[in-house]
């Protein structure tokens, strides 16, 4: 199933690419390419996180097994609460 995602993926720890006016430096975050990802699927110590909007979100019926999903207009409220020792991997498409 993960096979059909990869094209889709935009895989990002970029926070920018949601617009959400962050500034992370790019030593804090960095790409992920598909090749890593998929080698850390499964991993306990990644945490992929769904950040499209409402309504591209609910209107999908392509969602990755075991992602959260999170409201990118709400990051203040919701990116304290996962640890800071996981790869956080979020993703819009």
Do not use: H
Not at 47 to 70: C, H, P, T
């Amino acid at each position: 199933m993960f096979r059909k995602w990869l094209p889709l993926l935009l895989v990002s720890l970029v926070v920018g690419c949601m617009g959400m006016g962050k500034n992370i430096s790019q030593s804090d975050a960095s790409p992920m390419g598909k090749e890593e990802l998929k080698a850390q699927l499964g991993s306990p110590d990644l945490i992929l996180i769904d950040v499209r909007y409402g309504k591209d979100w609910s209107e999908s019926d392509r969602k990755i097994v075991g992602a959260v999903r999170e409201d990118p207009q709400e990051f203040d409220k919701w990116s304290g609460k996962y640890p800071k020792t996981k790869t956080l991997v979020l993703y819009c498409a």
